[in-house]
């Protein structure tokens, strides 16, 4: 039964790809419009048929799809998996209308559902080879997509520097894939989980946490993300920072639970936290523009969700763990909110600094709203999504007892209120009185695009007023784990 939901899952995201590809060329003269609500449909059916797969998610089962894909459907991958889906449902919804003025539409939004469906196969690939597929996929899907604006110089340099990054990263992967089977004859996560006690393993855990690293914008390797966001479409900012960073440290936790028990990785991923939160909040207090400002702000976020994983893999405590992946959550609708404003302010003014939107939000009251939503919540200011999840992480550190503990939290804290330092300033600019010369002329978006960011906005608020379900869900998936699974 498992098997025919995620069947229909995929056929539809493949089949829609197709379709809306087709569509679109076929019907030039309403290129964007058929290509994008053919997509939107795909992924909405996709969403419904993943989420009824909620029902049989409980202990990992293996799974064969079209009687060839082997994949291990678990709570774990289901929620990643779902968070993609919901985020990528809405970004679908809001590109119709956003990507108006750009060709080629026909391309984008199939390369969207490719996206989403490399993310659901990171999430239940559970053999070495596999998982390097998708990424390989997620990659591709991902460089063309910030490359997309190919007319303009900056979206192919950024596209460009952002695949010779991860190319280096994938290099690296797939040089401890190889020295995984040299020296154990097999990549299933399973099997390495119970051979590796003991086994030394420290050449490609390194080499894992280094191509992981680059894909997860963990700093210093984070270079290639400041350049993709501002350059992308606004609805690929949301993703790419809402997910699909994300998707590199869930692939990368899948692997150290399964191969690393016997090396102290935790504790390096404490160490690169308290650097990439602390790192990415400094660069973001001196940016001018908006999406380049989220883009550091992105890098910020990952050194929480790395400090909580790291806090659970060192000392065993659950809060850590749960902290970690609830911000994945968390983080993916207020970030991908955050972005998708930032679109609709460059959608209606042409530029993306905040100097040019001064008292936009007068004019666009319900993009000004849902910003201030997003931005307080990314900074952990009750009662939004993500103070629950800080807290946890928060918690964590403490409960852990230990010196180290004690100053990751503190160092989360102070990151936390060093991030309003541009977080309110930014909200401050949409709500100045004074404006902007373009100003006076904007109005609010079209109500697609307002509809998304409603969506997001009130998902946000939803997971910081009653967070218990989605946050008993993620703890019940780490007690169920067995290794990476």
């Known amino acids: 039964m498992s098997a025919s939901f995620l069947e229909t899952t995929i056929s539809l995201l493949v089949l829609g790809a197709v379709a809306s590809y087709l569509g679109g060329v076929l019907f030039r003269h309403r290129e964007r419009l058929i290509s ?60 119709i209308v956003y990507m108006e003025e750009d060709t080629g539409t026909s391309k984008f939004f199939p390369l969207l559902l490719l996206m989403v469906l490399s993310v659901i196969g990171l999430a239940f690939a559970y053999d070495l080879f596999n998982l390097y597929l998708f990424f390989e996929l997620l990659s591709i899907t991902s460089f063309a997509l910030v490359a997309f604006r190919k007319d303009k110089w900056e979206p192919v340099e950024a596209g460009i520097k952002f695949m010779v990054m991860s190319v280096t990263g994938s290099a690296f992967i797939l040089l401890g894939i190889s020295l995984v089977y040299a020296q154990f004859g097999n990549l ?81 991923l404490i160490w690169f936290a308290l650097l990439t939160m602390t790192a990415g909040n400094i660069m973001a ?138 977080y309110l300033p930014a909200i401050g600019v949409l709500y100045s009185k004074e404006k902007a010369e373009k100003v006076p002329a904007i109005k609010e978006v079209p109500w697609a695009m307002t509809v998304a960011l409603v969506i997001l906005c009130l998902l946000t608020i939803y997971l910081g007023v009653q967070p218990d379900p989605v946050r008993s869900w993620v703890a019940q998936a780490f007690s169920l784990l067995k290794g990476g699974f």
């Open 285 to 422: 207090l001196t940016q001018k523009q908006l999406k380049r400002m989220l883009a550091y702000s992105s890098i910020a976020q990952m050194g929480y969700i790395l400090l909580g994983i790291g806090m659970g893999a060192t000392y065993g405590v659950a809060s850590g763990f749960t902290g970690g992946v609830f911000h994945i959550i968390t983080h993916a609708f207020m970030k991908g909110l955050a972005f998708l404003c930032a679109g609709a302010l460059i959608f209606r003014l042409s530029s993306g600094y905040l100097e040019d939107m001064r008292g936009a939000g007068w004019r666009m009251p319900v993009t000004a709203l849902t910003f201030s939503v997003a931005a307080l919540s990314l900074a952990g200011v009750p009662p939004f999504s993500g103070f629950m999840s800080k807290l946890l992480i928060y918690q964590s550190g403490i409960q852990s007892g230990t010196a180290l503990g004690w100053a990751g939290s503190l160092v989360a804290i102070f990151n936390s209120v060093l991030s309003l330092g541009y």
């Open 188 to 268: 299933d996560l399973n099997y390495l989980f119970t051979a590796s006690g003991g086994a030394s393993i420290w050449l490609p855990i390194t080499l894992f946490l280094i191509g992981f690293g680059i894909k997860a914008a963990m700093f210093p390797l984070h270079t290639w993300l400041p350049d993709a966001h501002p350059e992308a479409p606004s609805g690929i900012s949301a993703m790419l920072s809402g997910i699909i960073i994300q998707t590199g440290l869930f692939t990368m936790l899948r692997i150290m639970l399964s191969l690393g028990a016997s090396l102290p990785w935790g504790e390096i």
């Open 36 to 95: 994008g609500v053919i997509a939107f449909l795909a992924l909405l059916g996709s969403l419904i048929s993943f989420s009824l797969l909620f029902r049989m998610t409980g202990a990992s089962e293996k799974v064969l799809l079209f009687g060839v894909l082997s994949w291990q459907i678990d709570l774990l991958g289901w929620i990643v998996a779902e968070v993609s889906l919901v985020l990528g449902t809405v970004v679908a919804l809001y590109s």
